[in-house]
């Protein structure tokens, strides 16, 4: 199981810290990185610009076809006009923190 990092639980599902770069070539996870912070972030990278919610919807959107929920699921519940966000993924915590610390380990 994925011990800390980008994934906690939260009474409503679990939640995890994604750091996205907009305006890139690519909607994609690029993996698990240490920021200048020395927290663990997921890094991810979206084509959409940040301006009107576009971004966020993109990486909301990014974040639930990875790991296989619908992306009513996922919203972003911190930093939303920040590259660093926290998002909360919702469901069953004794379910969701097991799959995303599954998926988390396959991007280390």
């Known amino acids: 199981m994925f011990d800390a990092g980008p994934l906690s639980a939260d009474t409503r599902g679990a939640r995890l810290a994604v750091r996205v770069t907009p305006r890139a ?13 020395e927290k663990l972030w997921v890094i991810a990278r979206v084509r ?7 971004a966020n919807m993109a990486i909301t959107k ?16 911190s930093g939303d006009t920040s590259r660093n966000k926290v998002l909360l993924i919702e469901g069953d915590p004794g379910e969701i923190v097991p799959m995303l610390s599954e998926w988390l380990e396959e991007l280390i």
């Not at 959409?48 to 576009?54: L, M, S, T, V």
């Not at 990014?62 to 519940?77: C, M, Q, R």
């Open 25 to 37: 070539g690519t909607d994609q996870v690029d993996g698990v990185e240490r920021g200048a912070d």
């Open 48 to 54: 959409a610009i940040p301006d009107r919610n576009k």
């Open 62 to 77: 990014l974040i639930a076809d990875e790991v296989g929920v619908a992306k009513s699921y996922v919203s972003v519940i």
